[in-house]
């Protein structure tokens, strides 16, 4: 990670819990408006990027987000202004993603504690791609409708720390699916970002399905922090689900940001053995993550 990105990471990070921005920080542009809905702050992090811009391009669409700041090193002013030409009550969000979550997630936790603001309620890491992708793969495979589905996706957000718990999906496939169909369609979703660079033969990554999953992720938190009930989103968070301090699972979304982190349930012995597989390699993300933020 480059000093640059992350004094960008670093000091949006503190002025996301506080009232006020350093201008000279980072550019960043905002819009607002009024509504029905209480008032909702969305940050975008990385605004200028292949995610960032369709990322601040749905946010703006989402008539729960009564404010919109962008973020980036350089470029914001004319996303601002981009998405500041569409049509569409321009509310706020604030969102953050930033890779590899598996060590980010801890690194922000470390500058939060640093800077005395550190609430484990109010961090996630978004791995709802990796939710998005075993829906979509699952759907295909079962023959079933994937706006029906449901596949929960625990552990990590990077490689075989990625485990879907097919046995767990929902609805039930038409036809049994086999021991050699869950392990392909496992492969597929952990490898999914691969395959579309790929397919884009080596010019982009998964960009628009991360920021089409991000929004979906800010929109249910957005439903929580609402009040409506039963907004449960699977996200990488400080949890006790396991040994690891951060996991990710199920997590019910509220007024104050995790309401509750869910257990993982019935699993079978080939999750089991998933499980088992990736702690090793979550652990030493997870540390590494730490090691970073106490040493910059």
Known sequence: MSSAVRRLVGSALK?????????????????????SHPPRKVVVLGAAGGIGQPL?????????????????????PGVAADVGHINSRAEAIVNMISNPVNSTVPIAAEIFKK??????????????????????????????????????VVGGHAGVTILPLFSQATPKPNSVLSEENIKALT????DGGTEVVEAKAGKGSATLSMAYAGALFANSVL???????NIVECSYVQSN???LPFFASKVRLGEKGVEEVLGLGSLSEYEKQGLEGLKSELKSSIEKGIKFASEN
């Open 15 to 35: 002025n996301a819990s506080s009232s006020s921005v350093k201008t000279n920080v980072m550019p960043r542009r905002f819009y607002s408006s009024g509504g």
């Open 56 to 76: 601040a391009l749905l946010m703006k669409l989402n008539p729960l987000v009564s404010k919109l700041a962008l973020y980036d090193i350089a470029g914001t």
């Open 115 to 152: 800077a005395g603001t550190y609430n484990e309620k109010k961090l996630f890491g978004v791995t709802t791609l990796d939710v998005v992708r075993a829906k979509t793969f699952y759907a295909a495979k079962a023959g079933v409708p994937v706006e029906e589905v449901d596949v929960p």
């Open 187 to 190: 492969k597929r979703t952990q």
């Open 223 to 229: 439903k929580g922090l609402n009040g409506e009930p």
């Open 241 to 243: 689900v396991t040994e």
